[in-house]
Protein backbone atom coordinates (compact mmCIF):
# COMPACT_ATOMS: atom_id res chain seq x y z
CA UNK A 1 0.00 0.00 0.00
CA UNK A 2 1.58 3.24 -0.84
CA UNK A 3 2.23 5.45 2.18
CA UNK A 4 0.38 9.05 2.52
CA UNK A 5 2.80 12.22 2.50
CA UNK A 6 3.25 13.99 5.55
CA UNK A 7 1.37 16.74 3.60
CA UNK A 8 -1.77 13.97 2.70
CA UNK A 9 -2.16 13.21 6.42
CA UNK A 10 -2.29 16.48 7.35
CA UNK A 11 -4.90 17.22 4.58
CA UNK A 12 -6.89 14.26 5.30
CA UNK A 13 -6.85 15.34 9.09
CA UNK A 14 -7.79 18.64 8.49
CA UNK A 15 -10.89 17.34 6.41
CA UNK A 16 -12.26 15.30 9.43
CA UNK A 17 -11.30 18.18 12.21
CA UNK A 18 -13.04 21.05 10.39
CA UNK A 19 -16.65 19.81 11.61
CA UNK A 20 -15.03 19.87 15.15
CA UNK A 21 -14.82 23.80 15.26
CA UNK A 22 -18.48 23.72 15.14
CA UNK A 23 -18.93 21.97 18.59
CA UNK A 24 -17.36 25.17 20.25
CA UNK A 25 -19.10 26.18 23.27
CA UNK A 26 -19.09 29.30 22.34
CA UNK A 27 -19.90 29.26 18.79
CA UNK A 28 -20.37 33.37 18.87
CA UNK A 29 -19.20 36.14 16.07
CA UNK A 30 -18.26 38.98 18.21
CA UNK A 31 -16.61 38.58 21.57
CA UNK A 32 -15.22 40.27 24.76
CA UNK A 33 -12.37 38.41 26.42
CA UNK A 34 -10.52 38.93 29.05
CA UNK A 35 -7.59 36.48 30.17
CA UNK A 36 -5.56 37.34 33.91
CA UNK A 37 -2.24 35.19 33.78
CA UNK A 38 1.43 35.51 33.32
CA UNK A 39 3.84 35.93 30.05
CA UNK A 40 2.15 33.07 28.64
CA UNK A 41 -1.48 34.89 28.58
CA UNK A 42 0.87 37.86 27.13
CA UNK A 43 2.19 35.87 24.14
CA UNK A 44 -1.53 35.98 22.62
CA UNK A 45 -0.85 39.99 22.01
CA UNK A 46 1.78 39.00 18.99
CA UNK A 47 -0.79 37.19 16.63
CA UNK A 48 -4.25 36.82 18.48
CA UNK A 49 -5.92 40.17 16.81
CA UNK A 50 -4.79 39.29 13.21
CA UNK A 51 -5.79 35.69 13.21
CA UNK A 52 -8.98 36.42 14.85
CA UNK A 53 -9.39 39.70 12.11
CA UNK A 54 -8.63 37.33 9.21
CA UNK A 55 -10.79 34.45 10.24
CA UNK A 56 -13.70 36.97 10.26
CA UNK A 57 -14.36 36.85 14.13
CA UNK A 58 -14.76 40.13 16.06
CA UNK A 59 -13.13 39.86 19.36
CA UNK A 60 -11.68 42.61 22.01
CA UNK A 61 -9.59 41.44 24.48
CA UNK A 62 -7.60 42.35 27.60
CA UNK A 63 -4.67 40.88 28.55
CA UNK A 64 -3.84 41.31 32.42
CA UNK A 65 -0.46 39.89 33.32
CA UNK A 66 1.92 39.72 36.45
CA UNK A 67 5.02 38.37 35.40
CA UNK A 68 5.44 34.70 36.55
CA UNK A 69 2.42 35.08 38.57
CA UNK A 70 1.15 31.81 39.98
CA UNK A 71 -3.16 31.44 41.42
CA UNK A 72 -1.43 31.99 44.15
CA UNK A 73 -0.35 35.03 43.86
CA UNK A 74 -3.15 36.33 41.59
CA UNK A 75 -5.41 36.38 44.89
CA UNK A 76 -2.67 37.65 47.00
CA UNK A 77 -2.46 40.71 44.48
CA UNK A 78 -6.21 41.00 43.87
CA UNK A 79 -7.04 41.20 48.03
CA UNK A 80 -4.33 43.87 47.80
CA UNK A 81 -5.88 45.90 45.01
CA UNK A 82 -9.52 45.15 46.92
CA UNK A 83 -8.43 47.35 49.23
CA UNK A 84 -6.91 50.01 47.71
CA UNK A 85 -8.83 51.18 44.32
CA UNK A 86 -5.19 52.46 43.08
CA UNK A 87 -3.44 49.70 43.25
CA UNK A 88 -2.65 47.91 40.14
CA UNK A 89 0.08 45.61 39.59
CA UNK A 90 -1.36 44.39 36.36
CA UNK A 91 0.03 45.30 33.04
CA UNK A 92 -2.66 45.13 30.57
CA UNK A 93 -2.42 45.02 27.12
CA UNK A 94 -5.52 45.41 24.71
CA UNK A 95 -7.18 46.23 21.74
CA UNK A 96 -10.68 47.91 22.14
CA UNK A 97 -11.40 51.38 22.81
CA UNK A 98 -13.60 52.43 25.51
CA UNK A 99 -15.18 56.38 25.05
CA UNK A 100 -11.95 58.10 26.41
CA UNK A 101 -8.32 58.69 25.21
CA UNK A 102 -5.06 59.60 26.88
CA UNK A 103 -2.81 62.52 25.84
CA UNK A 104 0.96 61.32 25.97
CA UNK A 105 3.21 63.82 26.03
CA UNK A 106 4.33 63.95 22.51
CA UNK A 107 0.73 64.86 21.87
CA UNK A 108 -0.32 61.65 20.71
CA UNK A 109 -3.88 60.58 21.64
CA UNK A 110 -4.48 56.98 22.27
CA UNK A 111 -8.11 54.99 22.98
CA UNK A 112 -7.89 54.17 26.66
CA UNK A 113 -10.07 51.45 28.79
CA UNK A 114 -11.83 53.55 31.58
CA UNK A 115 -10.07 50.74 33.80
CA UNK A 116 -6.85 50.80 32.77
CA UNK A 117 -4.16 53.59 34.14
CA UNK A 118 -2.13 55.12 31.64
CA UNK A 119 1.82 55.60 33.36
CA UNK A 120 4.60 56.81 31.45
CA UNK A 121 7.78 54.37 31.63
CA UNK A 122 11.26 54.78 30.69
CA UNK A 123 13.00 53.22 28.00
CA UNK A 124 15.38 51.06 28.63
CA UNK A 125 17.55 51.97 25.57
CA UNK A 126 17.15 55.52 26.86
CA UNK A 127 14.32 56.44 24.39
CA UNK A 128 11.27 58.69 25.03
CA UNK A 129 9.09 57.09 27.22
CA UNK A 130 5.97 54.70 26.36
CA UNK A 131 2.81 54.45 28.48
CA UNK A 132 1.51 51.51 29.85
CA UNK A 133 -1.65 50.86 31.05
CA UNK A 134 -1.45 49.19 34.74
CA UNK A 135 -4.63 47.63 36.20
CA UNK A 136 -6.81 46.84 38.99
CA UNK A 137 -8.40 43.53 38.82
CA UNK A 138 -11.71 44.46 40.34
CA UNK A 139 -11.80 47.38 38.25
CA UNK A 140 -11.60 46.06 35.09
CA UNK A 141 -13.53 42.96 36.14
CA UNK A 142 -16.93 45.25 36.66
CA UNK A 143 -15.39 47.70 34.31
CA UNK A 144 -16.34 45.71 31.24
CA UNK A 145 -19.31 43.21 29.97
CA UNK A 146 -17.16 40.27 29.40
CA UNK A 147 -18.34 37.28 27.43
CA UNK A 148 -15.39 35.09 28.45
CA UNK A 149 -12.62 35.39 31.17
CA UNK A 150 -9.68 33.41 31.25
CA UNK A 151 -7.64 32.06 33.58
CA UNK A 152 -3.98 30.25 34.07
CA UNK A 153 -1.59 28.67 36.31
CA UNK A 154 1.78 29.20 36.53
CA UNK A 155 4.20 27.25 34.64
CA UNK A 156 6.18 26.83 37.79
CA UNK A 157 3.40 25.66 39.72
CA UNK A 158 1.47 23.73 36.78
CA UNK A 159 2.80 20.22 37.55
CA UNK A 160 2.00 20.44 40.83
CA UNK A 161 -1.94 19.63 41.45
CA UNK A 162 -1.44 20.31 45.16
CA UNK A 163 -0.72 24.12 43.84
CA UNK A 164 -4.44 24.36 42.18
CA UNK A 165 -6.27 24.88 45.21
CA UNK A 166 -7.56 26.66 47.21
CA UNK A 167 -6.49 29.54 44.78
CA UNK A 168 -8.57 28.33 41.23
CA UNK A 169 -11.87 28.08 43.15
CA UNK A 170 -11.10 31.99 45.06
CA UNK A 171 -10.51 33.33 41.46
CA UNK A 172 -13.92 32.10 39.98
CA UNK A 173 -15.68 33.24 43.11
CA UNK A 174 -13.88 36.77 42.38
CA UNK A 175 -14.92 36.15 38.75
CA UNK A 176 -18.55 35.49 39.54
CA UNK A 177 -18.90 38.41 42.06
CA UNK A 178 -17.68 41.35 39.31
CA UNK A 179 -18.50 39.36 36.20
CA UNK A 180 -21.81 36.81 36.64
CA UNK A 181 -22.49 37.22 33.03
CA UNK A 182 -18.95 35.91 31.92
CA UNK A 183 -18.16 32.25 30.86
CA UNK A 184 -14.98 30.96 33.05
CA UNK A 185 -12.14 29.34 30.73
CA UNK A 186 -9.03 27.89 31.64
CA UNK A 187 -5.75 27.88 29.54
CA UNK A 188 -3.63 25.01 29.73
CA UNK A 189 -0.46 26.00 29.46
CA UNK A 190 3.18 24.08 27.59
CA UNK A 191 5.71 22.10 28.99
CA UNK A 192 9.45 23.75 28.49
CA UNK A 193 11.93 22.75 25.96
CA UNK A 194 14.26 20.26 26.90
CA UNK A 195 16.80 22.30 27.34
CA UNK A 196 15.41 24.24 30.60
CA UNK A 197 16.93 23.82 33.39
CA UNK A 198 14.59 23.54 35.49
CA UNK A 199 13.47 20.20 33.98
CA UNK A 200 16.86 18.60 35.04
CA UNK A 201 16.12 20.19 38.74
CA UNK A 202 12.54 19.14 38.95
CA UNK A 203 13.98 15.43 37.72
CA UNK A 204 11.61 15.32 34.63
CA UNK A 205 11.41 15.47 31.31
CA UNK A 206 9.17 17.60 28.99
CA UNK A 207 6.96 15.10 28.12
CA UNK A 208 6.32 14.27 31.89
CA UNK A 209 5.81 17.76 32.84
CA UNK A 210 2.86 17.95 30.02
CA UNK A 211 1.69 14.82 31.21
CA UNK A 212 1.10 16.13 35.25
CA UNK A 213 0.38 19.29 34.00
CA UNK A 214 -2.40 18.07 31.70
CA UNK A 215 -3.70 16.09 34.74
CA UNK A 216 -3.69 18.70 36.69
CA UNK A 217 -5.49 20.92 34.48
CA UNK A 218 -8.04 18.79 33.61
CA UNK A 219 -8.42 17.87 37.62
CA UNK A 220 -9.58 21.66 38.19
CA UNK A 221 -11.40 21.31 35.02
CA UNK A 222 -13.27 18.94 36.54
CA UNK A 223 -13.47 20.48 39.84
CA UNK A 224 -14.90 23.86 38.51
CA UNK A 225 -16.79 22.50 35.39
CA UNK A 226 -14.80 24.96 33.63
CA UNK A 227 -13.52 24.45 29.80
CA UNK A 228 -10.08 24.38 28.67
CA UNK A 229 -8.11 26.20 26.23
CA UNK A 230 -6.03 23.36 25.41
CA UNK A 231 -2.65 25.54 24.31
CA UNK A 232 -0.38 22.62 25.94
CA UNK A 233 -2.07 19.92 23.89
CA UNK A 234 -1.99 21.93 20.98
CA UNK A 235 1.86 22.11 21.63
CA UNK A 236 2.45 18.87 22.26
CA UNK A 237 0.86 17.64 19.17
CA UNK A 238 2.93 19.49 16.49
CA UNK A 239 5.62 18.13 18.96
CA UNK A 240 4.25 14.43 17.75
CA UNK A 241 3.23 15.35 14.34
CA UNK A 242 6.66 16.94 13.43
CA UNK A 243 9.70 15.87 15.76
CA UNK A 244 12.03 18.34 16.91
CA UNK A 245 15.23 17.75 15.66
CA UNK A 246 16.60 21.13 16.94
CA UNK A 247 15.70 23.11 19.82
CA UNK A 248 15.17 26.45 17.41
CA UNK A 249 12.25 24.43 15.84
CA UNK A 250 10.29 23.72 18.95
CA UNK A 251 6.78 25.56 19.72
CA UNK A 252 8.97 26.44 22.76
CA UNK A 253 12.42 28.57 23.19
CA UNK A 254 13.60 31.51 21.95
CA UNK A 255 17.27 31.75 21.20
CA UNK A 256 19.23 34.86 21.60
CA UNK A 257 19.06 35.22 17.97
CA UNK A 258 15.72 34.09 15.71
CA UNK A 259 16.65 30.93 13.64
CA UNK A 260 19.88 30.61 14.88
CA UNK A 261 21.12 27.42 17.05
CA UNK A 262 22.43 29.31 20.38
CA UNK A 263 26.30 28.56 21.47
CA UNK A 264 27.44 27.39 25.08
CA UNK A 265 26.66 30.06 27.17
CA UNK A 266 24.57 32.07 25.42
CA UNK A 267 21.44 32.84 26.48
CA UNK A 268 18.21 30.62 25.30
CA UNK A 269 14.73 31.12 26.72
CA UNK A 270 13.57 27.46 27.48
CA UNK A 271 9.99 28.43 28.84
CA UNK A 272 8.36 30.81 26.54
CA UNK A 273 6.44 30.18 23.27
CA UNK A 274 8.57 30.46 20.02
CA UNK A 275 7.68 32.50 17.13
CA UNK A 276 5.44 29.78 16.16
CA UNK A 277 4.48 28.99 19.65
CA UNK A 278 2.85 32.04 20.05
CA UNK A 279 1.25 31.91 16.18
CA UNK A 280 -0.25 28.38 17.23
CA UNK A 281 -1.31 29.23 20.42
CA UNK A 282 -3.44 32.03 19.19
CA UNK A 283 -4.84 29.60 16.79
CA UNK A 284 -6.11 27.44 19.39
CA UNK A 285 -7.52 30.43 20.98
CA UNK A 286 -9.74 31.05 18.07
CA UNK A 287 -10.60 28.17 16.95
CA UNK A 288 -11.71 27.38 20.88
CA UNK A 289 -13.61 30.66 21.43
CA UNK A 290 -15.27 31.09 18.01
CA UNK A 291 -15.51 27.53 16.87
CA UNK A 292 -13.87 28.64 13.74
CA UNK A 293 -11.93 25.90 11.31
CA UNK A 294 -8.82 28.72 10.86
CA UNK A 295 -9.59 28.39 6.74
CA UNK A 296 -8.83 31.94 6.17
CA UNK A 297 -5.76 32.15 9.10
CA UNK A 298 -2.56 33.54 7.09
CA UNK A 299 1.02 32.72 8.53
CA UNK A 300 3.00 35.77 9.69
CA UNK A 301 6.03 36.72 7.46
CA UNK A 302 8.31 35.48 9.86
CA UNK A 303 6.93 31.80 9.74
CA UNK A 304 6.61 32.22 5.83
CA UNK A 305 10.74 33.05 6.00
CA UNK A 306 10.93 29.85 8.05
CA UNK A 307 9.28 27.88 6.18
CA UNK A 308 6.38 26.69 8.43
CA UNK A 309 3.26 24.66 7.01
CA UNK A 310 -0.13 26.22 7.92
CA UNK A 311 -2.34 23.18 7.55
CA UNK A 312 -0.05 21.69 10.01
CA UNK A 313 -0.29 24.30 12.29
CA UNK A 314 -4.19 23.97 11.75
CA UNK A 315 -4.35 20.67 11.96
CA UNK A 316 -3.18 20.78 15.67
CA UNK A 317 -5.13 23.84 16.52
CA UNK A 318 -8.23 21.88 15.58
CA UNK A 319 -6.97 18.34 16.63
CA UNK A 320 -6.38 20.07 20.34
CA UNK A 321 -10.00 21.82 20.60
CA UNK A 322 -11.46 18.34 19.41
CA UNK A 323 -9.37 16.92 22.52
CA UNK A 324 -10.99 19.44 24.92
CA UNK A 325 -14.08 18.45 23.93
CA UNK A 326 -13.97 14.85 24.55
CA UNK A 327 -12.05 15.86 27.51
CA UNK A 328 -15.25 17.98 28.86
CA UNK A 329 -17.29 14.95 28.22
CA UNK A 330 -15.18 12.25 29.85
CA UNK A 331 -13.72 13.90 33.01
CA UNK A 332 -12.23 10.41 34.15
CA UNK A 333 -8.50 12.06 34.99
CA UNK A 334 -5.99 10.44 33.09
CA UNK A 335 -3.00 8.34 34.72
CA UNK A 336 -0.18 10.25 34.24
CA UNK A 337 2.30 6.77 34.28
CA UNK A 338 5.14 8.41 35.82
CA UNK A 339 7.24 6.38 37.68
CA UNK A 340 10.58 7.82 39.59
CA UNK A 341 12.79 7.57 36.71
CA UNK A 342 16.27 7.89 37.16
CA UNK A 343 18.29 10.49 35.08
CA UNK A 344 19.71 7.77 32.70
CA UNK A 345 16.42 6.78 31.42
CA UNK A 346 15.01 10.54 30.69
CA UNK A 347 15.46 11.31 27.01
CA UNK A 348 18.06 14.52 27.05
CA UNK A 349 19.32 16.54 23.79
CA UNK A 350 22.95 17.85 23.47
CA UNK A 351 22.52 20.37 21.09
CA UNK A 352 23.71 22.93 23.30
CA UNK A 353 26.82 21.17 25.16
CA UNK A 354 27.54 19.32 21.45
CA UNK A 355 26.96 21.88 18.62
CA UNK A 356 28.11 18.98 16.55
CA UNK A 357 25.49 16.63 17.25
CA UNK A 358 23.32 17.91 15.22
CA UNK A 359 25.24 17.31 12.01
CA UNK A 360 25.57 13.17 13.77
CA UNK A 361 21.48 13.30 13.96
CA UNK A 362 21.26 14.39 10.43
CA UNK A 363 23.26 12.22 9.03
CA UNK A 364 22.05 9.56 10.41
CA UNK A 365 18.49 10.75 9.14
CA UNK A 366 19.96 10.71 5.98
CA UNK A 367 21.80 7.46 5.93
CA UNK A 368 18.72 5.47 6.67
CA UNK A 369 16.23 8.01 4.77
CA UNK A 370 18.71 6.46 1.65
CA UNK A 371 18.36 2.84 2.16
CA UNK A 372 14.51 3.43 3.60
CA UNK A 373 13.34 0.25 3.70
CA UNK A 374 16.79 -1.95 4.36
CA UNK A 375 17.85 -5.09 5.80
CA UNK A 376 20.53 -5.08 8.22
CA UNK A 377 22.78 -7.42 9.31
CA UNK A 378 23.89 -5.65 12.50
CA UNK A 379 23.02 -2.60 13.81
CA UNK A 380 25.65 -0.82 16.05
CA UNK A 381 24.37 1.13 19.15
CA UNK A 382 26.80 3.47 21.55
CA UNK A 383 28.47 5.99 21.90
CA UNK A 384 31.97 7.48 20.45
CA UNK A 385 33.50 3.80 21.32
CA UNK A 386 31.09 2.16 18.39
CA UNK A 387 31.17 6.32 16.60
CA UNK A 388 34.67 5.87 15.87
CA UNK A 389 34.68 2.45 14.16
CA UNK A 390 34.33 5.30 11.53
CA UNK A 391 36.93 7.12 12.71
CA UNK A 392 40.83 7.44 10.80
CA UNK A 393 42.78 7.53 13.82
CA UNK A 394 40.56 4.51 15.50
CA UNK A 395 38.34 1.79 13.80
CA UNK A 396 38.36 3.07 10.13
CA UNK A 397 41.50 0.41 9.07
CA UNK A 398 39.14 -2.18 10.98
CA UNK A 399 35.53 -1.39 10.03
CA UNK A 400 35.18 -2.37 6.52
CA UNK A 401 36.33 -5.67 7.73
CA UNK A 402 33.14 -5.86 9.66
CA UNK A 403 31.30 -4.30 6.38
CA UNK A 404 32.34 -7.03 4.43
CA UNK A 405 31.03 -9.97 7.09
CA UNK A 406 27.79 -8.07 7.72
CA UNK A 407 25.86 -5.48 6.55
CA UNK A 408 25.96 -3.03 8.74
CA UNK A 409 24.69 0.57 10.24
CA UNK A 410 26.09 2.59 12.78
CA UNK A 411 24.04 4.61 15.35
CA UNK A 412 27.31 5.71 17.56
CA UNK A 413 27.36 9.21 18.63
CA UNK A 414 30.30 10.41 20.46
CA UNK A 415 29.58 11.44 24.00
CA UNK A 416 26.62 10.42 24.85
CA UNK A 417 25.05 8.48 27.53
CA UNK A 418 22.06 6.20 27.91
CA UNK A 419 19.56 9.04 27.96
CA UNK A 420 21.09 10.90 24.80
CA UNK A 421 20.71 7.60 23.09
CA UNK A 422 17.03 7.53 24.53
CA UNK A 423 16.42 10.49 23.10
CA UNK A 424 17.48 9.54 19.50
CA UNK A 425 15.71 7.07 19.22
CA UNK A 426 12.12 8.96 20.18
CA UNK A 427 12.82 12.28 18.18
CA UNK A 428 15.50 11.36 15.59
CA UNK A 429 13.50 8.25 13.90
CA UNK A 430 17.04 5.43 14.53
CA UNK A 431 14.70 3.01 15.02
CA UNK A 432 12.65 3.73 11.64
CA UNK A 433 11.91 2.76 7.94
CA UNK A 434 14.43 -0.67 8.51
CA UNK A 435 14.87 -4.07 9.78
CA UNK A 436 17.74 -5.63 11.38
CA UNK A 437 18.38 -8.98 12.54
CA UNK A 438 20.80 -7.97 15.00
CA UNK A 439 21.63 -5.00 17.47
CA UNK A 440 24.22 -4.47 19.31
CA UNK A 441 24.41 -2.07 22.30
CA UNK A 442 27.54 -0.89 23.95
CA UNK A 443 26.56 2.40 26.30
CA UNK A 444 27.00 3.23 29.85
CA UNK A 445 30.40 5.00 30.30
CA UNK A 446 29.81 8.48 29.53
CA UNK A 447 27.41 8.20 32.54
CA UNK A 448 29.84 7.86 35.15
CA UNK A 449 30.20 6.05 38.44
CA UNK A 450 27.38 8.33 40.20
CA UNK A 451 24.18 6.19 40.03
CA UNK A 452 25.29 2.91 38.09
CA UNK A 453 21.79 1.36 38.78
CA UNK A 454 20.22 4.31 36.72
CA UNK A 455 23.25 3.23 34.17
CA UNK A 456 21.31 -0.44 33.38
CA UNK A 457 18.23 0.81 33.87
CA UNK A 458 18.83 3.03 31.21
CA UNK A 459 20.42 0.43 29.20
CA UNK A 460 16.86 -1.67 29.85
CA UNK A 461 15.33 1.19 28.47
CA UNK A 462 17.46 1.61 25.41
CA UNK A 463 16.88 -2.54 24.90
CA UNK A 464 12.84 -1.91 25.62
CA UNK A 465 12.64 0.46 23.01
CA UNK A 466 14.51 -1.51 20.26
CA UNK A 467 12.49 -4.62 21.13
CA UNK A 468 9.38 -2.35 20.75
CA UNK A 469 10.18 -1.24 17.26
CA UNK A 470 11.74 -4.57 16.23
CA UNK A 471 10.11 -7.48 17.83
CA UNK A 472 12.22 -10.09 15.66
CA UNK A 473 15.00 -8.12 16.01
CA UNK A 474 17.79 -10.09 18.13
CA UNK A 475 20.09 -8.35 21.00
CA UNK A 476 23.96 -8.30 22.17
CA UNK A 477 24.67 -6.42 24.77
CA UNK A 478 28.25 -5.38 25.57
CA UNK A 479 30.18 -4.79 28.53
CA UNK A 480 31.68 -1.61 28.85
CA UNK A 481 35.38 -1.78 27.68
CA UNK A 482 37.56 -0.93 30.52
CA UNK A 483 39.50 2.42 31.01
CA UNK A 484 41.29 4.41 32.70
CA UNK A 485 44.03 4.44 35.02
CA UNK A 486 42.83 1.84 37.27
CA UNK A 487 40.17 -0.58 35.00
CA UNK A 488 40.08 -3.47 37.44
CA UNK A 489 38.70 -0.79 39.78
CA UNK A 490 36.20 0.99 37.46
CA UNK A 491 32.52 0.71 38.58
CA UNK A 492 31.45 -0.09 35.29
CA UNK A 493 33.50 -3.22 35.46
CA UNK A 494 32.98 -3.22 39.28
CA UNK A 495 29.32 -2.88 39.50
CA UNK A 496 27.89 -2.15 35.75
CA UNK A 497 28.76 -5.09 34.14
CA UNK A 498 27.42 -7.79 36.51
CA UNK A 499 24.43 -6.18 36.47
CA UNK A 500 24.31 -5.60 33.09
CA UNK A 501 25.20 -9.49 32.54
CA UNK A 502 22.41 -10.94 34.83
CA UNK A 503 19.94 -8.56 33.20
CA UNK A 504 20.85 -10.06 29.60
CA UNK A 505 20.56 -13.25 30.62
CA UNK A 506 17.28 -12.60 32.37
CA UNK A 507 15.76 -11.09 29.38
CA UNK A 508 17.25 -13.38 26.64
CA UNK A 509 19.62 -11.12 25.14
CA UNK A 510 23.26 -12.45 24.03
CA UNK A 511 26.09 -11.46 26.24
CA UNK A 512 29.97 -10.23 24.86
CA UNK A 513 32.58 -9.22 27.76
CA UNK A 514 35.81 -8.23 26.46
CA UNK A 515 36.95 -7.04 29.54
CA UNK A 516 39.91 -9.93 29.52
CA UNK A 517 40.90 -9.39 26.44
CA UNK A 518 42.15 -5.88 26.92
CA UNK A 519 44.05 -6.19 30.21
CA UNK A 520 46.78 -7.51 31.16
CA UNK A 521 48.24 -9.76 33.55
CA UNK A 522 48.79 -6.70 35.95
CA UNK A 523 45.14 -5.73 35.26
CA UNK A 524 46.13 -2.46 33.22
CA UNK A 525 45.37 -2.08 29.65
CA UNK A 526 47.66 -3.68 27.18
CA UNK A 527 49.81 -1.34 25.40
CA UNK A 528 48.44 -0.26 21.86
CA UNK A 529 45.16 -0.57 22.05
CA UNK A 530 43.85 2.87 23.71
CA UNK A 531 44.49 6.28 23.47
CA UNK A 532 46.74 8.24 25.94
CA UNK A 533 42.71 9.09 27.36
CA UNK A 534 42.84 5.30 28.41
CA UNK A 535 38.92 5.36 26.96
CA UNK A 536 38.74 4.93 22.83
CA UNK A 537 40.32 2.08 21.54
CA UNK A 538 42.43 3.11 18.83
CA UNK A 539 43.33 -0.36 15.76
CA UNK A 540 44.48 -2.52 17.96
CA UNK A 541 41.63 -1.78 20.17
CA UNK A 542 39.25 -2.34 17.63
CA UNK A 543 40.86 -5.60 15.66
CA UNK A 544 40.25 -7.60 19.25
CA UNK A 545 36.71 -5.87 19.02
CA UNK A 546 36.17 -7.54 15.40
CA UNK A 547 37.34 -10.83 16.31
CA UNK A 548 35.20 -11.20 19.41
CA UNK A 549 32.27 -9.56 17.79
CA UNK A 550 32.45 -11.19 14.39
CA UNK A 551 31.66 -15.18 15.65
CA UNK A 552 28.99 -13.91 18.22
CA UNK A 553 26.84 -12.35 15.63
CA UNK A 554 27.79 -15.37 13.04
CA UNK A 555 26.24 -17.24 15.81
CA UNK A 556 23.08 -15.17 16.36
CA UNK A 557 22.13 -14.91 12.54
CA UNK A 558 22.40 -18.51 12.25
CA UNK A 559 19.96 -19.40 14.79
CA UNK A 560 17.51 -16.95 13.47
Not at 231 to 252: H, M, N, Q
Not at 487 to 494: D, E, F, H, Q
Request: hydrophobic fraction near 40%; aromatic fraction near 8%; proline fraction near 5%.
Amino acid sequence: MKRKSLGGKIRSLLFCLVAVASASTLNAESLKVLAIGNSFTGSLNMDLPRIAKDCGCELEYCLLIVGGCSMMRQMELADLAADDATYAPWNALFNYKAGTTFTCRDGKVIPLCNSLVPVMRAQKDGSAAKPRWDANIHKVLAGEKWDVVVIQQSSQASWKASTYEPWAGEMIKLIKSKAPQAKIMLQQTWSYNELCPRLKNWGMTSKEMYKKLTAAYLATAKRHGLEIIPTGKAFELYRAKKPVLSPIDDVVGQPATDGVMPRDGEKFDAVHASTLGCYLQSCVWVAKLFGSDLAKAKLSKPLVQRGYSLDLIRACALEAVKWSEEAKEDVRIPDCGIASEPEACRPASRFVSAPWWTARLAEKRRTIAQAKGACYDLVLVGDSITHRWENKDNGAKVYPKLKERFKVLNLGSGGDKTQNVIWRFENNGELDDYTAKVFAVMIGVNNGPADPDGTVAGVKKIVEMIRAKHPESKILLQAVLPHGKAPRNAVSARVINPKLKAYAEKSGCAWLDMTEKFLGEDGEIKSGLMMPDDLHPVKGGYEIWLAELTPVVEKMLECR
